[in-house]
């Protein structure tokens, strides 16, 4: 949970570095809420099959897109890449495969030009 207020407090940081971990925890926890509101927009009878999702996940999915998609930045940053390499999501289904690689990929362990390795402020 405190990757996940970790993302929160960098609301819109879109400078420096992410840890995978810091990552995919904050993107787990994304899903776990975002199942948990759609369970409570079905019930309340909110929940639209035709776009795929109701009033509740819907406002949580605008709150969250600016640190997610910083988030995401930092994440490639730490990859030594830059944050416009999201974009390769628009080429359909290889570009997703691609960006999900580039974000599970190790980290690069040396300073770059987007900042120090953030594992070493940690030990």
Known sequence: MNWYLEVLKKYAVFSGRAR???????????????????????????????????????????????????ATVRRLHDTNRSGWWQLIVLIP????????????SNSNPEENQYGPFPKESLI
Do not use: C, H, Q
């Open 93 to 104: 289904i290889i570009g997703g495969i691609v960006l999900i690689v580039f974000l599970a």
């Open 20 to 70: 995978r971990k810091e990552y995919w925890y904050f993107v787990l926890f994304n899903m776990l809420i975002g199942i948990g509101l759609m369970m409570i927009d079905i019930e309340m009878g909110t929940f639209s099959a035709i776009n795929g999702f109701g009033t509740f996940g819907g406002i949580y999915t605008l709150g969250i897109l600016i640190p997610a998609i910083a």
